[in-house]
Nanobody
Framework: QVQLVESGGGLVQAGGSLRLSCAAS????????MGWFRRAPGKEPEFVAA????????NYADSVKGRFIISRDNAKATVYLQMSSLKHEDTAVYYC?????????????????WGQGTQVTVSS
């Protein structure tokens, strides 16, 4: 089992920045892929960003490209999501995800482990 704990959410004004962190524990040696998804009220979870644990290959949703950066610290088993130029429509609960392997990094069904989520609220 792998446990994921997110932190760093909060309330920010439009145009501001936040950095989310996700600390993994347990059988972290299983992990090859980690990602972030978000769920706005009344909507389905949507892909935000993903990164491979080894090579650091990244993928982003079109809606966040150029504004969000995903990174990882292998030694700390932690993945980060640096969010800049935040918009009201970025408001959502953000979930950290992890999996041994995924066929598509933007497919939520491929991720085995999920954190509890952290709320990000962007005021307009």
């Amino acid at each position: 089992q792998v446990q994921l704990v997110e932190s760093g959410g909060g309330l920010v004004q439009a145009g501001g920045s936040l950095r989310l962190s996700c600390a993994a524990s347990g059988r972290t040696f299983e992990i090859n892929n980690m990602g972030w998804f978000r769920r706005a009220p009344g909507k389905e979870p949507e892909f935000v960003a993903a990164i491979t644990w080894g090579g650091g290959t990244t993928n982003y949703a079109d809606s966040v490209k150029g504004r969000f950066i995903i990174s990882r610290d292998n030694a700390k088993a932690t993945v980060y999501l640096q969010m800049s130029s935040l918009k009201h429509e970025d408001t959502a609960v953000y979930y950290c995800t992890a999996s041994p392997n995924v066929a598509r990094p933007d497919d939520k069904t491929g991720y085995v482990y999920w954190g509890q989520g952290t709320q990000v609220t962007v005021s307009s």
